[in-house]
């Protein structure tokens, strides 16, 4: 198992439940998102990042982990985007 593949999946999930937390009908979990929320992006840009390098890796070196890579890389980009589009939508 590849760890750049690994530590991507994990970095990314971990975000993912954490922004999550804001759809919860609990004030205190709204707050915590609502403040660390805007900085959240830079751990999807991290598993995105930690993602590219696992796929170089495990091509380079037949690992295992490419579904978890590939995963990452998917689930990022899509964070990323979507945050971006946020971005745009609120400026305007």
């Given amino acids: 198992m590849n760890k750049f593949a690994a530590l991507a999946f994990i970095i990314i999930v ?45 091509a380079r070196t037949n690992e295992n982990g490419k579904t978890l890579a590939w995963l990452a890389i998917v689930i990022a980009g899509f964070k990323l985007l979507s945050t971006v589009a946020f971005l745009l939508t609120s400026l305007s």
């Fill in 14 to 58: 971990a975000e993912f439940f954490v922004s999550l937390l804001g759809f919860i009908d609990n004030d205190d979990y709204r707050a915590f998102t609502t403040t660390i929320g805007p900085f959240l992006w830079p751990l999807s840009l991290l598993a995105l990042i930690f993602g590219i390098i696992a796929l170089r890796q495990i």
